[in-house]
C-alpha cells in the first residue's frame, strides 16, 4: 500500500484546511485508514479514521465536533477535514493503513502497517 498525504499549508487560527490522502494497492479498500499528527519534541498522536468499507469514524476527543474524517472510494482517497484550528493543532499529519484485526478499534499508530509522508499543518495565532 503506498499513501501520499497532501493538502497542509498555513492558516490562521480559526481557520480551516483539507487534507487529502491518496492510497494505491491491491487491497487498498479493505484496510482502515488513519490520521495521526505529531508536534515537534511530542509522540505521535492519534487524530481520527475511518474504514473504507462502512466509514466508521472515530475521533481523538482533541478533534472531536472540529475534525471529519471521509473517503471516496472512488477514487482511493481519504480526506480530513480540519475547521475551527487552532495553535495546539500544528503538527505534521500523516495518513496511514491498517489492515484489518479483530477487536482492534485503530487508535493506537502501532496497529497501522503503512505510513504516507507527511504534510505540515502550520496555524498561526
Known amino acids: 500500500v503506498q499513501l501520499q498525504a497532501s493538502g497542509g499549508g498555513l492558516v490562521q487560527a480559526g481557520g480551516s484546511l483539507r487534507l487529502s490522502c491518496a492510497a494505491s494497492?491491491?487491497?487498498?479498500?479493505?484496510?482502515?485508514m488513519g490520521w495521526f499528527r505529531q508536534a515537534p519534541g511530542k509522540e505521535r498522536e492519534f487524530v481520527a479514521r475511518?474504514?473504507?468499507?462502512?466509514?466508521?469514524?472515530l475521533y481523538a476527543d482533541s478533534v472531536k465536533d472540529r475534525f471529519t474524517v471521509s473517503r471516496d472510494n472512488a477514487k482511493n482517497t481519504v480526506f480530513l477535514q480540519m475547521n475551527s484550528l487552532k495553535p495546539d493543532d500544528m503538527a505534521v499529519y500523516y495518513c496511514?493503513?491498517?489492515?484489518?484485526?479483530?477487536?482492534?478499534?485503530?487508535?493506537?499508530?502501532?496497529?497501522?502497517?503503512?505510513w504516507g509522508r507527511g504534510t505540515q499543518v502550520t496555524v498561526s495565532s
Open positions: 496511514a493503513a491498517a489492515r484489518p484485526m479483530s477487536g482492534s478499534d485503530y487508535s493506537t499508530k502501532n496497529e497501522y502497517a503503512y
Open positions: 475511518i474504514t473504507w468499507r462502512i466509514g466508521s469514524t
Open positions: 494497492g491491491r487491497t487498498v479498500s479493505s484496510y482502515i
